[in-house]
C-alpha cells in the first residue's frame, strides 16, 4: 500500500464546548487520567519543540513529572541542546498524542526553571542507575564510541557509589502555558479542536478552531 493511502477514520468520540472544564489544567487532568486508564502507551510522553538562536526548530521526545497550575514540567540536562535553546529562547510547545483515544493535547508557553529543592526532590526520587547516569553523561555531546560512554559511568559509580550527587546542570524545566489545545479525532478529517487562550488578565478563554 502507498505511504499516501494510509490513514485512519477516527470515530471513538467527540468534544464541545459543553463537554470540557472552565480550567485547561483541569481538562487536562480529566484527559491524563483516561489515557491512563486505557494503558495509552507512554501516556506521560510528549514532544518537547524547542527553537535556537538560529530560529530553528528541533523536537525530541521528553516525560512530564508534574502538572499544576503552574504548568507543565520534566527534567533534563541544562546543558544539553534542549537546555540551549531555552537559554536563547525562553519558548516551547508541548504535543501529547494518545492514538488510543484518538486525541491530541497541544500546549504552547514561556519557560522557566523550577527551584532548586524541586530539583533534588525529584532527582533524589529517581533510580539509582538514572541518576548515575546523569553524573556519567554530558548529554547531546558527541562521544567516540559506546565503550567510553560506559567508562565514564564506572568513574562515576567508582566515585560516588550509590550516592550520586544532582549535578548542578541537571534540574527542571516547567512551561507555563498560554495556550491549550484539546483535539479529539472525528470522522472525515472533520476533528474537533477546543482551545484555551490566557487572556492578559490571567484568566482563560474558550474557543473552537476549524479542523
Known amino acids: ?13 467527540s468534544l464541545t464546548e459543553s463537554d470540557v472544564a472552565a480550567d485547561p489544567i483541569e481538562q487536562f487532568g480529566i484527559w491524563f487520567d483516561q ?40 527534567f533534563t540536562n541544562y546543558d544539553s541542546a534542549k537546555g540551549k535553546d531555552l537559554a536563547a529562547n525562553p519558548y516551547a510547545a508541548l504535543l501529547f498524542f494518545w492514538s488510543a483515544l484518538e486525541r491530541q493535547v497541544r500546549i504552547e508557553g514561556r519557560i522557566e526553571k523550577v527551584s532548586s529543592e524541586e530539583n533534588d526532590a525529584y532527582f533524589y526520587s529517581r533510580p539509582l542507575g538514572s541518576r548515575q547516569s546523569a553524573n556519567a553523561s554530558a548529554q547531546s555531546q558527541t562521544i567516540a564510541n559506546r565503550d567510553l560512554l560506559e567508562q565514564q559511568l564506572a568513574s562515576v559509580v567508582g566515585t560516588f557509589g550509590d550516592q550520586p550527587p544532582r549535578p548542578e546542570h541537571w534540574g527542571g524545566y516547567r512551561l507555563v502555558p498560554e495556550k491549550i489545545e484539546f483535539w479529539q479525532g472525528r470522522s472525515s478529517r472533520l476533528h474537533d479542536r477546543i482551545v484555551y487562550t490566557r487572556n492578559a488578565d490571567g484568566r482563560w478563554s474558550i474557543g473552537r478552531l476549524q479542523p
Open 1 to 13: 500500500m502507498s505511504i499516501a493511502h494510509l490513514r485512519k477514520d477516527y470515530q471513538q468520540a
Open 35 to 74: 489515557a491512563l486508564k486505557a494503558d495509552a502507551a507512554e501516556a506521560n510522553a510528549m514532544s518537547l519543540s524547542t527553537v535556537n538562536d538560529d530560529g530553528r526548530p528541533t523536537s525530541r521526545i521528553v516525560l512530564i513529572k508534574e502538572f499544576d497550575q503552574r504548568g507543565f514540567c520534566w
